[in-house]
């Protein structure tokens, strides 16, 4: 069942930007996933509910760039620098508590987008 919207997605050449928006994000602790064909799931970026603690993946960490507003109760994800291996559909995730050490635990997220799509080409 989606219960989250995201927004934002398209195509863009490498070294572009592109921004992602999810709500309604409320205060949960909130993640943004990836998942390219043929590939398993990967976790990009989470940010607590108080936004005192942010995590990144290895691998976009320097070019993206997680935030949130919680009066629009909305969460972005800033995507600069883009490669062609950023290109995956993009799913947000809600936890109603704090996820500490297992923020990148997928299944310790409650709630979902439907997900949106991201290419970059070379």
């Known amino acids: 069942q989606v219960q989250l919207v995201e927004s934002g997605g398209g195509s863009v050449q490498a070294g572009g930007s592109l921004k992602l928006s999810c709500t309604p994000s409320g205060r949960d602790f909130m993640g943004w996933f990836r998942q390219a064909p043929g590939k398993e799931r990967e976790f990009v970026a989470a940010?607590?509910?108080?936004?005192?603690?942010?995590y990144y993946a290895e691998s976009v960490k320097g070019r993206f760039t997680i935030s949130r507003d919680n009066v629009k109760s909305t969460v972005s994800l800033q995507m600069n620098s883009l490669k062609p291996e950023d290109t995956a559909v993009y799913y947000c995730?809600?936890?109603?508590?704090?996820?500490?050490?297992?923020?990148?635990?997928?299944?310790?997220?409650?709630?979902w987008g439907q997900g949106i799509q991201v290419t970059v080409s070379s």
């Open positions: 940010i607590s509910g108080g936004t005192a603690n942010i």
């Open positions: 995730a809600g936890a109603p508590r704090f996820l500490g050490d297992n923020y990148s635990a997928g299944h310790m997220y409650e709630k």
